[in-house]
């Protein structure tokens, strides 16, 4: 490999596509795979609060470092959790991207999302702005950071059984 050849800034196509196989993973249940999408020292967060933006200092559905995404994923396929039982089918949609900031070794993205659930016999549709840290490692684009702001957080989730 030559070491002199220029790095290339993460552009808007190559995170696009990143984070719409993020979203196919999750859509089939293909957790390792997802798990393997991150960074060790990732952080899965979804906020109470639309405008939060100190994680640790306040309360959130989901602050997760790697420990715990690999716990939430365990969850899920284990039969064992009463929330993702019977199992929910999702399709999640993801539009108007936009990088909040650029460069060769990370990028800020932004994104709106439309989850649809369908479990017993009910649909529900959760929407939330999306927001990404990815960074480029060795072997490719891993996400560092994930926070969904749902736009209806404070009575949103009623027992989701799925990685939102």
């Not at 999750?26 to 899965?44: M, N, Q, S």
């Not at 009623?158 to 939102?164: P, Q, W």
Request: aromatic share 8%; glycine share 6%.
């Amino acid at each position: 490999m030559d070491t002199n050849m220029p790095a290339i800034a993460i552009d808007l196509d190559e995170a696009m596509r990143f984070v719409w196989l993020e979203a196919d993973l999750l859509d089939h249940a293909c957790y390792a795979e997802w798990l393997a999408l991150w960074t060790p020292g990732g952080r899965y967060v979804v906020p109470i609060e639309p405008g939060a933006e100190d994680f640790e200092n306040t309360l959130n559905y989901a602050y997760d470092d790697h420990a715990m995404r690999v716990k939430r994923a365990e969850r899920l396929t284990s039969g064992q959790s009463v929330s993702a039982s019977p199992v929910a089918r999702t399709v999640r949609l993801l539009s108007r991207f936009r990088l909040l900031s650029a460069g060769v070794e990370g990028c800020e993205l932004r994104c709106a999302q439309l989850l649809t659930e369908y479990r017993r016999g009910r649909e529900r549709m959760y929407t939330a702005d999306l927001t990404f840290r990815l960074v480029r490692g060795a072997d490719g684009l891993r996400i560092d950071r994930k926070v969904i702001r749902l736009i209806n957080a404070t009575d949103a989730l009623r027992g989701i059984g799925y990685i939102l």
